[in-house]
């Protein structure tokens, strides 16, 4: 790890780029990890951020969104297909990019604070 320049997990998380080289794509897809950096070779099989971005996503994410759609209702009362139209793009949209970013986050932490040699 000391040939790599220290990558900053947050900068990690925004560009979605691999933790070791920060030029990597970290993701394959929507939401899959790659197995190895293309840059730097980095295993990133090991990795596995679990169920955590997951479970901050529902409860954050649902509970805004319960306000917001809560107070578009009692404000201007729209009719349940605009609901729909509305909440819809807006929730899935919303999910994707902070489970992408949580994900990327808690990869880039386990990088970060692993005390293990199998990755160098």
Known sequence: MSQWPRQSPLDVALRAVCPRCGRG????GVLGIVERCS???LDLRGNDAGDGPAVFVILGLGAIMMMLVFWVEF???PPWWLHVLLWVPITVGLA?????LLKALLIAQQYTHRST????
Do not use: G, S
């Open 25 to 28: 794509r970290l993701f394959q």
């Open 39 to 41: 840059v730097c070779d």
């Open 75 to 77: 404000r201007f009362e």
């Open 96 to 100: 994707v990019w902070l489970l992408r």
């Open 117 to 120: 040699a199998l990755d160098e």
